[in-house]
């Protein structure tokens, strides 16, 4: 419980309780919601609640819930002291933390504060299969040109990015990091970076600007252009690579240089920057072209080294994946008509398959990326430039069955998207397979819409997901009282209506007060909605399983102050008595800020 120790150190700091929280857009990415977690060995991502004594060996499964709420004073396990170290980092001590982190939700769409605190050198859990310990890889593996382009992103995140490449990756593997500004416009970033650069001596990174804001496909390019590697490894500006990532990735494209290869993408919470697993998902895309995670197909996992053997994908995400030099230049490179973001994933796998390679995901390599549930910039003219680039995919590879897409986007009618010439010029004379040829060789399971599907997907695109079942396990139940008093947290409204307050309330055994706890530390009124840090008050909204703003900590039992993971502040309340709204405030104030959970 030290991190209730260090809670009350900060209590003495300021009284200053504002506090706000981004009402933040969920967005496309889903790897989170993935039931299937398939890998057997997902340490890093089931919950111990050492702190509950648990009514029986299985309750997490069996849906029962506990009924007594004891503190067990176990010794903390080395998972127990990460996620205490995070919540550290969180904290809001004052008024200029507050300051700091909406800024940095505001131009970077992630938490700068936990971020800031991480430092540069942080270690990540091993998440990779067990069996991956064991792989040992040829000597004279080609060396690697790492190109990382960014636009305005968070100065010690990126140092992160890079000392962690720098930390994991063999001196002699390693050619140059190619850090390819692409024109941000943070005052003074590049300078600061350069200096940083200079100062620590890191010859081997390069810090190189194109004359004008070119977008990420063509910064990837002139970061290409440059590269001295025999192999191209592209990151995004926001990751940080795992242990032996990158000897995987070169072993195959040594033993085939048309083979393209993607490291399994774990996840770094944009909230708190918990780093944990995915699992084993590949890369497909949906009829309005957008990219999107799903299950492997059955068969694929059914021995013991199936986790280790790489998996074929129709399609990658786009940021993290490495690729023979000349391969790419041979075929093609990127199509530098394409703008600012968005698309050119699903051209060069496109492209990848259609002209001769293949395109894998290997399990053994682990690199987590920071999924935000925004992006923070736009392009310069204010365009959709997804939409943009995705006409030049549509009409450069897809033949006839770009009508799909076509039919989807009334928008698309009268968009320029380009010259194409060059790109069907290349088609040509690559001599590459026609679209149906992918469809019915790489990506069989790819269902062609129909007018009854899509008027479905329209009115309620949730329920043709996989993950819209999730069962839910519960660990606890209870009210929330605040301490000594007899008044309880309850729904300002009904149980059901989303966006709805909360309030104090006399206590009484009833629905609008009954607290479920669940074991990704949820708190779901009635077993229907979540409840979320808001913008200075919490409020009850569907659960989005991400954690963050929705995920609480606290230490069980009686006077026990309730703490939000994204927020870095505390469940509290204005004033002591009924109708009060119950607010987000610093955890400096245990009149109004400590809770009993009463079972
Ligand atoms: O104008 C720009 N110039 C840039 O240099 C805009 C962006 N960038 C940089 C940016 O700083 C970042 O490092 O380009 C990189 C990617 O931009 P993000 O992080 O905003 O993109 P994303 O992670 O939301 O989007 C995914 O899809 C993109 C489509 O164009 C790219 O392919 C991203 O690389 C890709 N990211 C991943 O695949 C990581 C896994 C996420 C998933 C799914
Ligand atoms: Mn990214």
């Avoid at 140092?159 to 416009?185: A, C, F, G, N, Y």
């Avoid at 199936?306 to 995400?317: E, G």
């Avoid at 060059?422 to 129909?450: G, I, M």
């Avoid at 309330?505 to 909605?529: F, H, I, S």
């Amino acid at each position: 419980f030290t991190w209730i120790i260090s809670l009350y150190l900060y209590f003495q700091l300021t009284k200053n309780d504002i506090v706000a929280n981004d009402t933040r857009v969920q967005t496309e990415q889903p790897w989170h919601k993935y039931n299937s977690i398939n890998e057997p060995s997902q340490k890093y991502s089931s919950k111990d609640k050492s702190y509950l004594k648990k009514g029986s060996s299985n309750f997490l499964n069996s849906g029962k819930l506990i009924k007594k709420l004891q503190p067990v004073l176990a010794p903390p396990s080395h998972k127990d002291k990460v996620e205490e170290e995070l919540m550290n980092l969180g904290i809001v001590r004052n008024s200029k933390d507050q300051e700091i982190r909406d800024e940095g939700y505001k131009t970077h769409a992630y938490n700068v504060l936990v971020s800031t605190r991480l430092g540069y050198n942080r270690s990540v859990p091993d998440t990779r299969n067990k069996l991956c310990k064991d792989v040992t890889y040829a000597k004279g593996l080609p060396s690697a040109s790492v190109i990382i382009c960014f636009y305005n992103e968070h100065m010690p995140t990126l140092l992160r990015t890079i000392h962690s490449v720098l930390d994991r990756t063999p001196k002699h593997l390693l050619e140059e990091i190619l850090l390819i500004d692409d024109q941000s416009d943070i005052p003074n970033l590049h300078e600061d970076i350069d200096d940083y650069l200079k100062k620590n001596n890191m010859s081997k990174v390069k810090l190189l600007k194109p004359e004008t804001r070119e977008g990420l496909i063509r910064a990837r390019l002139f970061g290409a252009r440059r590269a001295q590697g025999k192999v191209l490894v592209f990151l995004d500006s926001h990751v940080e690579v795992n242990v032996a990532w990158i000897e995987p990735l070169l072993s195959r494209i040594a033993e085939k240089s048309s083979t393209v290869v993607m490291p399994i993408i774990d996840i770094i919470n944009a909230d708190t920057f918990a780093y944990t697993s995915s699992p084993l998902v590949r890369g497909g895309f949906n009829w309005g072209l957008h990219f999107k995670w799903e299950n492997l197909p059955k068969g694929t996992l059914d021995k013991n080294e199936d986790f280790v053997k790489p998996i074929k994908s129709p399609t990658m995400a786009g940021g993290l994946f490495a690729i023979d030099k000349k391969y790419f230049i041979d075929m093609g490179e990127y199509d530098a008509g394409m703008n600012i973001w968005g698309g050119e994933n699903l051209e060069i796998s496109f492209r990848i398959w259609m002209c001769g390679g293949s395109l894998e995901l290997i399990p053994c390599s682990r690199v987590g990326h920071v999924f935000r549930h925004r992006r923070p910039y736009g392009s310069p003219d204010g365009k959709d430039t997804m939409l943009h680039n995705s006409l030049r995919v549509a009409y450069v590879w897809m033949d006839d069955y770009k009508q799909y897409f076509l039919n989807q986007r009334s928008d698309a009618k009268n968009i320029d998207y380009g010259d194409i010439s060059s790109r069907l010029q290349l088609r040509k004379e690559l001599k590459c397979h026609d679209f149906d040829w992918y469809l019915k060789n790489v990506y069989p399971e790819l269902a062609l819409p129909t007018d009854d599907e899509e008027h479905l997907k329209k009115k309620m695109p949730d329920k043709f997901q996989p993950w819209h079942s999730r069962k839910r396990n519960y660990v606890a139940q209870y009210q929330i009282r605040l301490a000594n008093t007899s008044l309880c947290v309850q729904s300002s409204k009904d149980t059901k209506t989303k966006g709805s307050s909360l309030i104090l309330g006399v206590c009484a055994k009833n629905k609008r007060q009954m607290w479920y706890e669940t074991d990704k530390n949820e708190l779901v009124l009635a077993q229907l909605l979540c409840l979320q840090a808001g913008k200075s008050s919490p409020i009850l909204y569907k659960c989005h399983e991400m954690g963050g703003n929705q995920e609480w900590k606290h230490k069980g039992g009686k006077q026990t102050p309730i703490y939000n993971m994204a927020a870095g502040t505390c469940l509290g309340v204005s004033k002591k008595a009924v109708n009060a709204t119950l607010t987000m405030k610093l955890c400096n104030d245990p009149e109004l800020s400590n809770w009993d959970l009463v079972v």
